[in-house]
Nanobody, 121 residues
Framework: QVQLVESGGGLVQPGGSLRLSCAVS????????MGWYRQAPGKERDLVAT???????NYADSVKGRFTISRDNAKNTVYLGMNSLNAEDTAVYYC???????????????WGKGTLVTVSS
């Protein structure tokens, strides 16, 4: 079965950096838009960043200039580099990808299980 497998979450000090990875597990035809969302306690799940397979990126204003999203199409993997982290970045980060599993069907959204990023001293 096709899944999104996340890694890289953990505890980091304020001002520190972290890199998240999300890889497609299983056979797919192609991955379309891939991205990251996050949900802090008591808040809604919000978009963090997205990247097309051609490398066009989009960022939430709150992370622009600090976070970098990238992808490796050959590995069907998307990354989120996070710098200058602060307490407001503490959240569960979810990977999302629009995946075409078969070439005769359109892409459908897939979500990772989420990985916790805690920014604390």
């Amino acid at each position: 079965q096709v899944q999104l497998v996340e890694s890289g979450g953990g505890l980091v000090q304020p001002g520190g950096s972290l890199r998240l990875s999300c890889a497609v597990s299983g056979r797919i035809f192609t991955a379309n838009v891939m991205g990251w969302y996050r949900q802090a306690p008591g808040k809604e799940r919000d978009l963090v960043a997205t990247v097309t397979r051609d490398g066009v990126t989009n960022y939430a204003d709150s992370v622009k200039g600090r976070f970098t999203i990238s992808r490796d199409n050959a590995k069907n993997t998307v990354y989120l580099g996070m710098n200058s982290l602060n307490a407001e970045d503490t959240a569960v980060y979810y990977c999302k990808a629009d995946l075409r599993v078969y070439d005769w069907l359109p892409g459908t959204p897939y979500w990772g299980k989420g990985t916790l990023v805690t920014v604390s001293s």
